[in-house]
């Protein structure tokens, strides 16, 4: 079993993919700040085999000290998507690409990492063309901009690979209803209806659990995948906002959605994604857009944004 490090383990991916590694016999090192006050890691402290550092991957000597030993390193710690990162840059930058440049400096050339990066770095995409790992990376935000940087300082370091995630849905421990899946469903359940900009837009997605799946799969073929970055996204799910909406209506009956004469989104992200090269090597999603929805709705039974209403 591997000696693994995850830093922002206690995050949206982190907190479906490190009770599945536990479970698997690996132990497995967090490196985590909490910054959002999480507890989604608190059934992994019955595990002998898990380590908690409640401490700020930017700091070198935390990480210097979480990195000892460790075969496998999985930089999770980010500042997700164009909104949260527009608000604080500073901080996307030491993050998102400072922090990962610190892991490829400290760690020994034996230590593998398998790094999560994004394919909103194909920005405006290539119209309805598929948009390979040789496509051109043309990020339109600071998010997409510091994770590109992040994937070239891994993949030059050698001994490493990055998937491209497309984005992400379902539930989580450490759940987040911001991204689009996720915001558009919980809209559906608690608003009934939905005001799309640019709704022609094209984005591949992927659940949660198939991305935490990504990194097991890695690390049982790393030998093979190595040197290289590959799209992880669901094949089937290439498709627009308004065909996401009619999607979600297929659960939720009473759903309306318009989409708006006039204003845009200020997420520019518009492309459809090949996940072929990732599919070659014989990783299989196993999750649909229905499981996700269906899990989704569910969830939304549970959690509900009302602290200042009475209903």
């Known amino acids: 079993m591997a000696e693994i490090l995850i830093t922002g383990g206690a995050g949206y991916i982190g907190s479906v993919l490190v009770p599945e590694l536990l479970s698997m016999g690996h132990d497995v090192t967090v490196l985590d700040s909490l910054m959002y006050k999480q507890n ?4 992994c402290c019955k595990y002998k085999n898990f380590h908690m550092i409640n401490g700020d991957a ?18 999770l710690a980010a500042l997700v998507g164009f909104p949260l990162c527009d608000k604080d840059k500073v901080a996307a930058v030491t993050t998102n690409q400072n922090a990962v440049e610190s892991i490829v400096r400290l760690r020994s050339k034996e230590q593998k990492i398998i ?58 421990p450490r759940m987040r209803t911001d991204l689009l899946v996720n915001d558009f469903v919980y809209r559906a359940v608690f608003d009934r209806s939905l005001i799309i900009f640019e709704g022609h837009f094209m984005r591949n997605f992927l659940h949660v659990r198939d991305a935490a799946g ?38 939720i009956p009473s759903f309306v959605y318009v989409e708006a004469a006039t204003g845009t989104d200020p997420d520019k992200r518009n492309y459809i994604v090949s996940n072929e090269r990732i599919e ?8 649909s857009l229905d499981d996700g929805i269906e899990e989704l709705i569910k969830a939304y039974s549970i959690i509900k944004n009302s602290f200042y209403g009475n209903v």
């Open 115 to 172: 790094f999560p990066c994004t394919n909103s770095g194909y920005g405006l995409g290539q119209g309805q063309e598929f948009c390979t790992e040789d496509s051109p990376i043309e990020p339109v935000s600071l998010y997409g901009k510091t994770k590109m940087a992040a994937e070239k300082a891994v993949l030059d370091s050698g001994n490493s690979m990055t998937f491209r995630f497309a984005t992400l849905f379902g539930a989580s």
């Open 214 to 251: 990504a990194f097991i799969f890695a690390m049982e073929n790393f030998e093979k995948m190595k040197g290289r970055q590959y799209n992880c996204g669901l094949s089937e799910a290439n498709m627009s906002k308004i065909q996401l909406c009619e999607k979600i209506r297929e659960h």
């Open 58 to 75: 930017r700091d070198e000597q935390t990480l210097k000290r979480a990195l000892d030993g460790k075969e496998f390193i999985f930089p």
């Open 40 to 43: 989604s890691l608190l059934d």
């Open 280 to 287: 070659s090597m014989g990783y299989k999603t196993k999750f």
